[in-house]
C-alpha cells in the first residue's frame, strides 16, 4: 500500500521569507514523489516531480524538493515566498511496484503568505 | 507542459438528470485518465480510472452506474454522472496520464463544479 502524510494543514509566512512544505510517504517498493498547487476553484498544476536521480528536484515558479530516503520526506521549499504563492499543495506518491498507476494524495498544506 | 481540458467548468442540474463532463488531452495521448472528486477543503478522493477501449476500473464504493465513465479515444474521457442528486453536488477533477522517456507524469484538468438543486 501506498501512503501520503502532510502533518501541516496550514503554513504561515511572511513575502520573502523562506516556505517550506512537509511531505512524508509510505511505499514498499521505490517511490515516484510529485508536489501539485491548486489555487480557488482550480484544478491542480504540476509542480515537480522525483523518479529517480539527483535528491534535489527543480520545479516550476522557484519551487524544489528533496527526496531523502532514509526519513521517506519529499519536502517543498521555495527559498522567497510570494503572495502569490498562497494556495493548495498536495503531495503526492505512486509505489513503482503498484498497477495502475494510481496517485495517493496526501490532506493538502494550505499556504498563506503574508505581505 | 501538457494540458488537459475540463468541460463544462460549471454546471447546474437539476435533480434526477444526468451530467456529462469531458476531459480531454490536447496535445498528447492518454492512454489512461484518472477521474477525482474533491469536497471543500479536502484532497481528492480518485474515482476510478479511465482505460481508452475498455472499461473503467472503479474504486471501492464508487457506483458504477450512477457515475458512467466513457474512454472513447486516446484523448477524451467523459465522466456522466447519473440521475443526479445534491449529495452529488462537488468539485470534478480528471487527469491525464503523459508518458515520456523520463518516466510518467500526471497532469490535470481544471476541474469541474457540479451543482445539483
Known amino acids: 500500500a501506498q501512503s501520503v502524510a502532510q502533518p501541516e494543514d496550514q503554513v504561515n509566512v511572511a513575502e520573502g521569507n523562506p516556505l517550506t512544505v512537509k511531505c512524508t510517504y509510505s511505499v514498499s517498493g521505490n517511490p515516484y514523489l510529485f508536489w501539485y498547487v491548486q489555487y480557488p476553484n482550480r484544478g491542480l498544476q504540476f509542480l515537480l516531480k522525483?523518479?529517480?536521480?539527483?535528491?534535489l528536484v527543480k520545479g516550476s515558479y522557484g519551487f524544489e524538493a528533496e527526496f531523502n530516503k532514509s526519513q521517506t520526506s519529499f519536502h517543498l521549499k521555495k527559498p522567497s515566498a510570494l503572495v502569490s504563492d498562497s494556495a493548495l499543495y498536495f503531495c503526492a506518491v505512486r509505489d513503482e511496484k503498484a498497477a495502475g498507476n494510481k496517485l495517493t494524495f496526501g490532506g493538502g498544506t494550505r499556504v498563506l503568505v503574508k505581505p | 507542459g501538457a494540458v488537459v481540458s475540463q468541460h463544462p467548468s460549471w454546471v447546474i442540474c437539476k435533480s434526477g438528470t444526468s451530467v456529462k463532463i469531458e476531459c480531454r488531452s490536447l496535445d498528447f495521448q492518454a492512454t489512461t485518465m484518472f477521474w477525482y472528486r474533491q469536497f471543500p477543503k479536502q484532497s481528492l478522493m480518485l474515482m476510478a480510472t479511465?482505460?481508452?477501449?475498455?472499461?473503467?476500473?472503479?474504486e471501492q464504493g464508487v457506483e458504477k452506474d450512477k457515475f458512467l465513465i466513457n474512454h472513447a479515444s486516446l484523448t477524451l474521457s467523459t465522466l456522466t454522472v447519473t440521475s443526479a442528486h445534491p449529495e452529488d453536488s462537488s468539485f470534478y477533477i480528471c487527469?491525464?496520464?503523459?508518458?515520456?522517456?523520463?518516466?510518467?507524469?500526471?497532469?490535470f484538468g481544471e476541474g469541474s463544479w457540479l451543482t445539483v438543486v
Open positions: 522525483y523518479i529517480t536521480g539527483d535528491n
Open positions: 479511465s482505460n481508452e477501449g475498455s472499461k473503467a476500473t472503479y
Open positions: 487527469s491525464a496520464m503523459f508518458q515520456t522517456n523520463s518516466g510518467n507524469t500526471i497532469y
